[in-house]
């Protein structure tokens, strides 16, 4: 079965591919890669009727030149990130961004909830700031809606850390994103006219959604990696509200082989 | 400034001097290379003589890291035989020795290794002189993390 992203699948981006590839070289003035991934994941998701089993086959990549990037990331929560790296130091390094996203609950996992699950993605500009220090990798991103799909915010802040071990590279990620009430109600809201007597209105606030993330990457090959990760999510109260989400939290276990090229 | 006029007897007078010293010296510095040259393959055939031949491998012979510049850990396997009974040691980074062999004309070893980057192993005799190498490259699936080079937009 293919599928595509579920509720929530990575928390940022670029610090889910930075724990497993490290930091990019911005020195390099055009470089870049794409991902093939064939995943496995196990979900328990608070979807009524959601697959406990799926496959996934996810294409990604990452171009820069000069300044300039483009990101697609399987495992990401903006499917689609631009954008340009407006400083680089030592230790910090700031991106103006835009960011395609279609977040909140994949229609694909139950066609019943298509109705209201099925979203039209948002597109964001905002700004990113990334701190590398050693294993630790610190980033905060700030972004706003402007193609006036639901006119909300999102703002995250994530901290992760890297350890080696015999080749077996190892990580550990802690997450919040705070999302404002525009957004989730546009993801998780029912509106009159879509209501039903099983799935009532429902508008959502504000919330806080919380991500503990472990993962393992083993390089097979020069263009094979292992990946495994686990993910225990907190939804915020504001989501757990809505008539299709049936738990405050929930785990996921995926593991991938994926093609760098 | 000095200047010096040659007639034409003047001038075959040099080229006669220029053939007869000359000639005889460059002769010579042929034959002395020659000589040398004998004399090296002499020494070269008594080293050949001296020195057994030995071949060593390893395997795997490549290692590969998630990321440039990361150590890579591989356990490698040695084999090594040589035509004649030796005291023999294998070393590999930096120098480091990794084992010995008392008087063998053979010998393996499995060792984990940690790498910072390729490497060369050496098979050296108790006198010292290299019987044979191998080497162990390390690749990786990502590039290199940035350099030290900063600079901003704004």
């Known amino acids: 079965m293919l599928l595509q992203v579920l509720l929530v699948s990575a928390f940022a981006a670029d610090i889910s591919r930075d724990v497993r590839a490290g930091r990019e070289d911005e020195s390099i003035e055009n470089d870049g890669y794409l991902e093939v991934s ?33 990101d697609a990331h399987a495992e990401s929560y903006n499917q689609f990130q631009f954008g340009l790296n407006a400083y680089s130091g030592d230790i910090w390094s700031v991106d103006l961004l835009g960011a395609s996203s279609e977040h909140g609950v994949d229609s694909e996992l139950n066609r019943e909830l298509i109705a209201f699950t099925q979203r039209e993605p948002a597109g964001y500009l905002g700004v990113r700031a990334t701190g590398y220090n050693g294993p630790f990798i610190f980033q905060f991103e700030a972004l706003g809606d402007v193609s006036d799909v639901h006119d909300g915010a999102l703002l995250t802040a994530s901290a992760a850390r890297t350890w080696l071990y015999h080749n077996w590279n190892f990580h550990a990620l802690l997450g919040a994103r705070f999302e404002s009430a525009k957004t989730l109600d546009y993801q998780f809201g029912i509106d009159p006219i879509e209501a039903t007597a099983a799935y009532p209105v429902y508008e959502a606030g504000s919330g806080t959604t919380f991500v503990t993330e472990f993962g393992v990457t083993y390089p097979l090959s020069e263009n094979f990696i292992l990946k495994t990760t686990g993910r225990w999510w907190e939804l915020p109260s504001a989501v757990v509200g809505s008539p299709f989400i049936t738990n405050d939290s929930y785990l996921t276990f995926s593991a991938s082989i994926t093609f760098v090229y | 400034m000095t200047v010096i006029y040659l ?51 390893v395997s795997p012979n490549r290692c590969v890291t998630l990321r440039q510049g990361q150590p890579c850990f591989v356990r490698v396997r040695f084999n090594w035989q040589s035509s004649e009974v030796v005291k023999a040691c294998l070393y590999g980074v930096e120098g480091k020795e990794l084992k010995c062999w008392q ?5 393996n070893a499995y060792i984990a290794q940690t790498l910072p980057n390729t490497t060369e192993y050496v098979l050296i005799n108790d006198e010292g002189v290299e019987l044979s190498r191998a080497s162990v490259s390390v690749a990786w699936v990502y590039k290199k993390k940035r350099s030290k080079r900063r600079w901003r937009l704004f």
């Open chain 1, 38 to 70: 064939f995943s496995a994941i196990l979900n328990e998701m608070p979807i009524p009727g959601a697959d406990r089993y799926v496959g996934t086959i996810g294409l990604g990549g990452h171009y820069r030149y000069k300044r300039f990037f483009i």
């Open chain 2, 103 to 107: 008087a063998s004309s053979e010998g």
């Open chain 2, 7 to 57: 007639t034409s007897s003047g001038l075959r007078s040099l080229l006669l001097l220029a053939t007869l010293v000359f000639f005889p010296l460059s002769g010579f510095a042929q034959d002395s290379q020659k000589n040398d040259d004998v004399a090296g393959d002499a020494a070269a055939e008594s080293d050949v003589i001296e020195q057994p031949k030995a071949e060593i491998k």
